[in-house]
């Protein structure tokens, strides 16, 4: 989507939304943005025929690609492959009845959309030949008329039937007199309608040449009578007289397709070349975008925003937005536009300084490089200020003031006392003393003498950005790392966060009561209200963390500006959301879209805005300066109306009805939804929540769709609300009912079928049971044997380690002690039996350390269990011929002591399986330790076994100890092996 920004700027803002209500006032100046949308933005097609906005909210399109229905961010199309009842996808004309219905006028075939019903087919022919209408009229009794090729149908309980025109003088004093009836231009006649009757009225063969295409009283009930014609322009019958408008007169063609009026009462003349609307004395045509010969309109109408849509023949469609901002750029007169410093003079000028390009002078509606940039050194302008004895001071790299912009003034320097440093902030206390905010901290000018603050005197950094003077005389000065006060010359840091480094602070805003706010760069709002602070950021609505501008507008609003765009904030909720007694802020925004030539403000310089005595605030910006008329600013946005769109169950469509009935076996429901806001529809938010299972909303953000699957049987309430830029969330969402259809086994009578059964198969049941328990204590006994079978045989492994290991180590210690004792007197052999008896003790050593370690191991007792574990497969991969590879993550404290041997020795016998049984190449251990989770993986690619097959693998010993541990554990152990393909065992245990 493409907008461009039309300003016409020759002289002061016009008050009021209304484009032509601006106009008739004769200004030329007026502010609006234009949207573009074409097949790119999704259109089917890019002939809009007619436009037409329902009572709903939506706006409707007439295409030669079908039916469109718009929400401001989706289009929706209805077309011979989704619409049964229509034959043709070239719809001409579109129309809103009084009950709901809208009507579609197609090539083949008229067509009836009831509220919430199936669409119907009307054909309407003459002479065997079908026909469109080409004018749609309902009167006061909801009775519906139709022109159809120079005939006139009226609406009938069996359709539509071809009425006869009566020329009846009786007849026509009645219809005059009916204030029910409706009129019918047809051909060069006027036609009035009375109950089920047609008259005519008039007959302007002689003022026309043409066909009369549309009609319109205006205003209603004046006796000033408009006509509309296809070649001779518009004729007016006022006061017993015609007059012609042509394109002399002010029209936009003399080809007129039809007459509109908006919501100001306004009236709007269509024709092919263009809009023109009446000033109540001739035509004012209206040009919402450059010329352009291949634009045609074919159509206009109005929405509740007070936005126009315009129709075009081969170029989509057009929104036309009044806006409160224009900006000030290259076109009124700026060359260098990056704006820092704004400052309105006394006599109205506006004095503008640029990023090295000097000063602007801003007087009626243009833009002049001032003289007084002669006379500079330099023309980085950072600060301008205009003193109360009319004294103008220029901050660049250089102090200056003068008098008169004319003249060169005084340039201060080391002999004042102010060194050259960058000046980025100017400001006047009420004493008349001058305080000037530069890079190397803060100078006052009294007496003609320069006095430093800096931060050998307290200042939190010497970079200095804003000042205010507060109501008791203290200068408040902001430096881009910190707040200070200074006070009867003494700095004072004031803290406006606990951690971290302080805050650039760039703006500040003092209410009546004292209550100072502070903008920052990246910080947010801060409220300094006695010593205590609040902060408010984005999170709880603030439209951007940098705030480098702070402007009340009088009204009870303040306007910021950021690196995002200008945005205002109601003071009541601010206050609301620093007190505590709300959580959030709505924030109205204003950017590009809104005619803003770019959105970033530039800040960190003072003075930084100002807003004028017509309530028009200029801000600084990247690219020229915004202006922004709070006086036409109303009222923050009322939250958008909420529409449920589209209903989907797996493949199907579902009607869109208050309420949907599903089969659980198909539970699955998607559903659409949108929010009918046209301004700013890229900025809605939704949130959806669904009673009876969401305990709270779900935030969609933008999303327009929710997903459910596989809701269980029940009934539930979807609700749907959206907020828009700068409203609250909608009080009143959308919402339907969805029931889940139980299956027949979850219904009331098949309960009490089952429970009688239940009833019947007791005694069996209980037998059933019992055999089962006693089916599970005979596996349990089997188990418990097999347990003390395996313990019996580790004790019988340890009692042959004691005596064919450490009993022979200590028998042969014996036999050397005694053969030494028996041969004292030879030293040299008593030595060798010593020496001898030394082996067999460290062997004896050894073995008992062995033992010990199967019984408990040492690096579990001293070093914990990651050390245990990486001591076993350290071990492993030193003392087997396989490829080891292991990861463990710290464990240490994660267990119990106890829990610990049984989980180090689950990872032991699944690696002793490996050892003995899996023939594997290549192995790993892998323990992974999260939150509150310890899983552990042991891998081979062995010969791996069947585990549902292989009865003696699955239920070895090996494993249900392995099992029966984990389950003391309070975990899972799941074995995955396949034959020829290895073996994985997954232990999962919760902490």
Known sequence: MKYVLIACMAGAFIVGWSIPAVFGQGAAANTYVVAHRTMQDGLPQSSVNDLLHTDDGFLWLATFGGLVRYDGATFTTFDRSNTPCMRSDRVLLLYGAQN????????DGFLEFPPGGDCRLHVLTLDGQVYAPMRILEDRTGRMWLSVNG??????????????????????RAALADTNGVWISHMKELLRTHGTQVVRVLDLSEQVNEFIVDFREHPAGSGSYFFATSGDGVLLYRNGGYTRFGTAQGLASRYTWKFENDRSGTLWAVSYDGLSWWNGTGFTRFDPVESNADLQITSLTEDEEGHLWIGTTNQGFIQVRPTIVRSITREQGITRDQMLSLTRLRDGTGLFSTNCGGLYEWRNGRATASTFNRYMANLCVWSVFQDSKNRIWVGSRLLYVTEDLNRPGHRFGEAEGLPETDVFAITEDREGRMWIGTFLGVFRYENGRFDRFSMDDGLSYNDTRAFHEDRQGRMWVGTSAGLNVIEQDRVRQIPLTREGPQPYVRSFHEEPDGTLWVGTYGNGLFRIRGEAVVNIRRSQGLFDDIVSHLIPDGVGYLWMGSNRGIARVAMDELHAVADGTATELRAQSFATADGMAVAETNGGFQPNAYIDPQGLIHFPTVRGVAVVDTRRAGDLPQPPPVRITRLVSGQDELPLTAGISLPYTRAFLEIHYAALAFRDADQVRFRYMLEGIDAGWHDAGDRRSALFTRLPPGTYTFLVSAKSNGSTWNPEPARFSITVVPPFWQTIGFRLLVFAALLAAGFTTYTIRVRALTKANELQRKFTEQVIAG??????????????????????????????????????????????????????????????????????????????????????????????????????????????????????????????????????????????????????????????????????????GMRERVGYLGGSLDIRSTPGEGTTLRILLTT
């Open 791 to 960: 313990q019996e045989q580790e004790r019988r492994r340890i009692a042959s380690d004691l005596h064919d290991g450490l009993g022979q180590q200590i028998m042969v210690i014996k036999n050397r002690a005694e053969a030494a004792k028996n041969d004292l007197s030879n030293p040299d052999a008593t030595g060798r039996q010593l020496d001898a008896i030394l082996d067999s003790a460290m062997d004896s050593i050894r073995d008992v350390r062995t033992i010990s370690h199967n019984l408990r191991p040492m690096h579990l007792e001293k070093f914990g269990l990651t050390e245990a574990l990486e001591s076993m497969c350290d071990d492993l991969r030193r003392t087997t011929t396989l490829d080891w590879s292991h990861h463990i993550d710290p464990l240490d404290g994660v267990l119990t002591p106890n829990d610990e041997i049984h989980f180090y020795r689950v990872i032991q016998e699944a690696t002793r399986n490996i050892l003995k049984h899996a023939r594997a190449g290549s192995a790993s251990v892998m323990v992974r330790r999260t939150a509150n989770r310890v899983e552990a993986t042991i891998w081979d690619d062995g010969v791996g076994f069947e585990p549902g097959r292989d009865h003696e693998a699955s239920t070895g010993l090996g494993f249900t």
């Open 100 to 107: 709901g219905t809208l009507w579609a006028s197609t090539e």
């Open 151 to 172: 005939h006139v149908f009226m609406r009938s309980a069996g359709g539509f039937e071809q009425m006869e025109v009566s020329d009846d003088a009786a007849l026509r």
